[in-house]
């Protein structure tokens, strides 16, 4: 499983960053490695400058052996919340589609 991160120009991306969100999506997505080709995580702050409670945004696409891609995304204060959304979002999208592919064999 490739996993590329990605951050919008209000976001300084870094090696540490990059490390900590490969680490959070192979251990949450860890079930579904086997089955899962590349990941990309897009992450961006909504209102620049500005704060909020939902201005940073994480997408995570991820793209499954004999599907089209799969797309979540949350909204939230911080990077590590939103990473954290997305992932579970992501882990219930791919229980449905896997389970659903797997009840077809």
């Known amino acids: 499983m490739t996993i590329q991160v ?13 490390a900590y969100f490969s680490e959070k999506i192979e251990n949450g997505l860890k079930h579904f490695t086997d089955k899962i080709t590349r990941v990309e995580v897009h992450l961006s702050d909504q209102n ?9 945004q ?7 052996e004999g ?4 797309l979540v995304e949350s909204k939230e204060a911080t990077h590590e ?8 979002k992501m882990q219930a999208v791919l229980r ?3 389970g ?4 077809k064999y």
């Open 6 to 18: 990605n951050t919008d120009k209000n976001i300084e991306g870094s090696k540490n960053m990059e």
């Open 48 to 56: 620049a400058d500005k704060s909020g409670s939902d201005d940073i």
């Open 58 to 64: 994480c997408r995570i696409e991820a793209r499954v």
């Open 67 to 70: 599907q089209k891609p799969v």
């Open 81 to 88: 919340k939103a990473l954290n959304g997305a992932i579970d």
């Open 96 to 98: 449905k589609i896997i």
């Open 100 to 103: 659903k592919r797997q009840e």
